[in-house]
């Protein structure tokens, strides 16, 4: 399972919105990709199809969708957005890794 703060959430609604699109016709396109200083990388996307692969998720009426080898990297994480001043944009809380770099980008297991 993926989860969705509420933070997080109103900040994909509104970028949705800005872009003429709505959240219950879009999906997150959530996954991972070798890379980044510590080993892996996150990626967020929006993406308009599922395909037959993916592992779908709803939380708070956010449709994810992960791909079966990135979801064995994100069992039980939870997207997060902050607009504060000490950074700004989504991150992901990743209770399965064991490190991570210093901008939260990248992640090792």
Known sequence: MIKVSDTA???????????GKAL???YIRVGV???GCSGLSY??????EIKESDKLFE?????IVVD???FLYL???TLEYSGGL?????SFNNPNASRTCGCGESFAV
């Open 9 to 19: 959430r109103k900040r994909l609604e509104s970028l949705l919105s800005e872009s």
């Open 43 to 48: 990626k967020l996307d929006f993406d308009s």
């Open 33 to 35: 990709d070798s890379g």
């Open 75 to 77: 069992i039980g994480t």
């Open 86 to 90: 000490n950074g700004k944009g989504f």
């Open 68 to 70: 079966k080898k990135s």
């Open 59 to 63: 939380d708070q009426d956010v449709k």
């Open 24 to 26: 219950e016709n879009t």
